[in-house]
C-alpha cells in the first residue's frame, strides 16, 4: 500500500492544503468529554451556564481530535507519512461552541532529508470557524517516505 501513497517530493511546499469541515454538536461535545476531558463547562449544561463561556464548550482535547481526523481524511491519508515526531505551537485561539462548523488547514512550511528513505516535514495547522476565525493551531513535525534514497529539496 506503501507504494500507492505519494512522497516527501511530491508535497507542495508552501501551499494551504484544505482539509475540509466537521460540524460539532452539542451532544458530541458532551459525549466526547464525558470520556476524555470531564469539566463542567464541556458536559453540564446548567453549570456552563454560569461559566466565563455562557454555555458549554468543546474540550481543546476534542479540537485537537477534530483536527487529526480532518488531517488524516484530507492530507495523511493520500502520502506515505512514517510517524509524527512531535507538536509544538498547540494554541487554543477561541472556544468552540456548539452548531460551529471548523474548517482544517495544513501548510508544509519545510521538508529536510532525514536518513535513508525519508524525509521530516514541517507543517502549521489551523482549525477556522464558520468566519474564517482561527479557533486553534499548531506546528506539526513528522517523518514521510521519500522515492529516492537521500531526499533533496525541489
Known sequence: MSDERLKAEDLPIGEEIDLGTFHVTEDAIIEFAQQWDPQYFHIDRDAAASSDFGGIIASGIHSVAIFQRLCVEGFYGRYDIIAGRKVTDLRF??????????????????????????????????LYDERGRPMFSLVNDALIRTREEEYRAG
Open 93 to 126: 485561539h477561541r472556544p468552540v461552541f456548539p452548531d460551529t462548523t471548523l474548517r482544517g488547514a495544513v501548510t508544509i512550511e519545510a521538508v529536510e532529508a532525514a536518513g535513508p528513505g525519508r524525509a521530516a516535514i514541517t507543517s502549521t495547522g489551523t
